[in-house]
């Protein structure tokens, strides 16, 4: 069985902070890839970044950092100079790379809330 | 151009009623997918289909049925609906392996 947890429930930050989105995984897959989405007030899942469980290189994007530490399981998103316009909803997922079909399993979801 | 469209956007409806939310793709996908998220955001997979056939099918009633036509289209049918099946429901398509999912706009059914 495999199980993301996204501890954060809610996380609300002045605008111009840096911000960490905490994303913690279990999986018995050796192999699996791990992806962010994001969710905006206005309603639609946009994906953000897919990684690789064999590539634990860190990515920046802009303002948006990614580390991966398959240590400890984690892939955990960072918002530098946080905007308001940051704020959405935040899903981290994950997907064995053995299957068909890609069964992913989210998390829960994390509610960031940036204030001017 | 949309790349996963829904239709409709919002659907009220009433108890007991059956109704259809339709999803076509036009990437080119082999994997489409039903997603129903909750009041709390919660996001549960559905259903999960690969070049028309059934791969994911979670533990959803059975009044939930998807049909996918060809592999651009994956259509939610629900019968007898119930109050409990309010939420949004989005649709989602992928490549084959390890592809990230790209999503519909959601439609928001509400059933009084």
């Known amino acids: 069985a495999q199980k993301v947890t996204q501890a954060q429930t809610e996380i609300s930050v002045v605008e111009k902070e840096d911000v960490t989105l905490d994303c913690v995984y279990e999986t018995r897959d050796t192999t699996y890839y791990l992806f962010w989405y994001k969710q905006p007030p206005s309603g639609e899942l946009v994906f953000l970044i897919r990684r690789n469980s064999f590539d634990e290189q860190n990515e920046i994007s802009g303002r948006y950092s990614w580390n991966f530490q398959k240590s400890t399981s984690s892939f955990n998103f960072t918002i530098t100079a946080s905007q308001v316009v940051d704020s959405a909803v935040y899903f981290c997922a994950l997907l064995p790379y053995n299957t068909n079909a890609g069964k992913s399993t989210f998390g829960d979801g994390t509610t960031l809330t940036v204030k001017p | 151009d949309t790349a996963v469209s829904q239709t409709p956007k919002y659907l009220v409806t009433q108890m007991g009623n059956d109704k259809s939310i339709k999803c076509e793709q036009n990437l080119g996908h082999d994997t489409m997918y039903w997603y129903k998220q909750d009041s709390k955001k919660f996001l549960k997979i559905m259903f999960s289909?690969?070049?028309?056939?059934?791969?994911i099918n979670e533990t959803v009633p059975n009044r939930f049925s998807p049909k996918s036509p060809d592999k651009a289209h994956l259509n939610l049918h629900i019968n007898s609906l119930e109050l409990g099946d309010s939420a949004v429901y989005f649709c989602?398509?992928?490549?084959?392996?390890?592809?990230?999912?790209?999503f519909g706009p959601g439609t928001r059914l509400t059933v009084l």
């Open positions: 289909y690969n070049n028309k056939e059934l791969i």
């Open positions: 989602a398509s992928s490549p084959l392996r390890g592809g990230e999912q790209f």
